[in-house]
C-alpha cells in the first residue's frame, strides 16, 4: 500500500517509471543488494538483514522513518476477549489451551502463525513461557484474515499472529494478548526470547545503487512519511472496498495535498 503512494507520487509528479515487485521480504532485500529492486518503504525490523546487507555488504542504506509504528503480537477474535476477559493475559493460556486444539496441532492448543517469511519468534515463546501450544503455519495476510473471520463468525476458538497497522483493524477490532512486557534486549538471543515484540520504528530502505542513481524518487522515498490511520484508510480501500491500489493511492493524493507536498521538498 505504502508502495502504491510512494509509486503514484513518483510516476505523476516526477515523471519516474514505475514497477511493483510483490515478493517476500528476505528476497525485497536480496533485490536490492543486487540492484534489482530499488526500496522498500516499510521495513520490519530484520536485524539479521540488517547486519548482512547494511553492516556488511553496504549494498543497501537505511532511508529514515515511515513515521507509522508496527505492532506484532498474539491475538484473539473479538468475541473471545468478551466472552474470557482473563485470556488476554499470557498466564491464563494454558488454562484455555484445549478449547484450541486442531486437527494439525497434535493434542496442544493451536498458535496460527503467518508465513514463514515474517518476523517471528513464536516458536521461542511457547517452549520458553511453557505453554501447551503448537504454532501452525497458516499462510498469507489472506489466510489469517479470513481464519479471524470464521472465529469470529462461528465463535470458533482462535489464537493467531498479527500485526498492526493493518486494514483489517477497520473490520474488526481484533484483541491483542499481553505477553511479557518487552525491555530492550529481551529478545537479543532468539532462542530464549521470553518476552513481547518490541515496537517496530518502521522504516525505509533504497539499495545503494538506487541512492546513487540520481533519481528524484530518492528524495521522495526519503521524505515520505505516513500515519497508521492514514495508512489504513488508503489499505481499507484497496482490501474492503475493492479499489483499484493506484486509484485509492490517487484518492488519498489528491485530498492530501499538504502531505504530499512535503514528501516532495
Not at 9 to 21: E, F, P, R, S
Amino acid at each position: 500500500m505504502n508502495a502504491h503512494l510512494v509509486g503514484y507520487v513518483a510516476k505523476t509528479k516526477l515523471g519516474c517509471k514505475v514497477d511493483y515487485q510483490d515478493v517476500k521480504e528476505e528476497v525485497g532485500w536480496q533485490g536490492m543488494a543486487n540492484g534489482s529492486i530499488d526500496t522498500i518503504v516499510e521495513n520490519w525490523g530484520h536485524p539479521d538483514l540488517v547486519k548482512k546487507y547494511i553492516d556488511q555488504q553496504k549494498t543497501v542504506e537505511e532511508a529514515g522513518p515511515t513515521s507509522s509504528q508496527g505492532i506484532i503480537g498474539w491475538y484473539v477474535p473479538p468475541w473471545m476477549a468478551q466472552k474470557y476477559p482473563d485470556i488476554t493475559n499470557w498466564k491464563n493460556l494454558n488454562k484455555y489451551a484445549s478449547m484450541f486444539k486442531t486437527s494439525e496441532s497434535g493434542g496442544k492448543g493451536q498458535l496460527l502463525d503467518g508465513d514463514p517469511s515474517y518476523v517471528t519468534n513464536d516458536e521461542a515463546l511457547v517452549k520458553n513461557l511453557k505453554l501447551n501450544f503448537k504454532v501452525v503455519t497458516g499462510g498469507s495476510e489472506a489466510a489469517l484474515i479470513q481464519s479471524f473471520r470464521a472465529a469470529e463468525k462461528n465463535k470458533t476458538p482462535l489464537l493467531a499472529y498479527f500485526y498492526e497497522p493493518d486494514w483489517f483493524f477497520s473490520e474488526m477490532k481484533l484483541v491483542k494478548v499481553d505477553l511479557p512486557k518487552y525491555t530492550p534486549g529481551c529478545d537479543a538471543d532468539p532462542k530464549k526470547v521470553a518476552c513481547d515484540y518490541p515496537p517496530y520504528k518502521l522504516n525505509k530502505l533504497v539499495s545503494k545503487k538506487f541512492a546513487d542513481s540520481g533519481s528524484p524518487a530518492v528524495g521522495l522515498v526519503k521524505n515520505f512519511q505516513i500515519s497508521n490511520d492514514d495508512q489504513n484508510l488508503v489499505a481499507t480501500d484497496i482490501a474492503e472496498k475493492k479499489m483499484d491500489p493506484e486509484a485509492a493511492a490517487a484518492k488519498w493524493v489528491k485530498a492530501n495535498p499538504d502531505k504530499v507536498a512535503a514528501w516532495l521538498k
